[in-house]
């Protein structure tokens, strides 16, 4: 999956429609416990449908191995949607103010951080590779 077009029409599979059932749920159903957990999926699936698209261009134009790498960007996507589901789930109970934004946010940006930092070990020094010729080795 190294073209970019893949991940946008990805995207638009995603994000459509669970758009759409999001529109349909919040104008025309009453916020029952069903409502509400079927709000939160769909959101993570709409917000990881918009996201998907960005977060490929961004390794593809912007990081130093200009390869796209599925896992990454899907791993990307969902933080950021499920970051979005925890900040609209404490709006929900009237608990958000800036100190829980700053710090789920420098929490998950930490975490994102960490994992980036060992893939591009592992990409830079073929580690995957190594892995499996270790291992046909072995056998």
């Keep these: 999956m190294e073209k970019l077009r893949t991940y946008v029409l990805l995207g638009?599979?995603?994000?459509?429609?669970?758009?759409?059932?999001?529109?349909?749920?919040?104008f025309f159903y009453l916020p029952y416990l069903k409502e509400r957990w079927f709000f939160f999926l769909l959101v993570i699936v709409f917000i990881s449908g918009i996201t998907l698209p960005f977060y490929a261009a961004l390794n593809k134009y912007f990081f130093s191995t200009r390869k796209i790498f599925p896992r990454t960007v899907i791993r990307e996507s969902l933080v950021t949607a499920i970051l979005c589901d925890v900040l609209?789930?404490?709006?929900?109970?009237?608990?958000?103010?800036?100190?829980?934004?700053?710090?789920?946010?420098?929490?998950?940006?930490?975490?994102?951080?960490?994992?980036?930092?060992?893939?591009?070990?592992?990409?830079?020094?073929?580690?995957?590779?190594?892995?499996?010729?270790?291992?046909?080795?072995?056998?």
């Design 88 to 139: 609209i789930w404490f709006q929900i109970g009237r608990v958000l103010n800036s100190t829980i934004i700053f710090f789920s946010v420098g929490g998950f940006l930490t975490v994102e951080i960490l994992l980036r930092a060992r893939d591009t070990v592992t990409t830079k020094n073929n580690y995957s590779e190594l892995s499996k010729d270790h291992e046909n080795i072995k056998s």
């Design 12 to 26: 638009f599979l995603l994000s459509l429609p669970s758009g759409y059932a999001l529109y349909r749920l919040i």
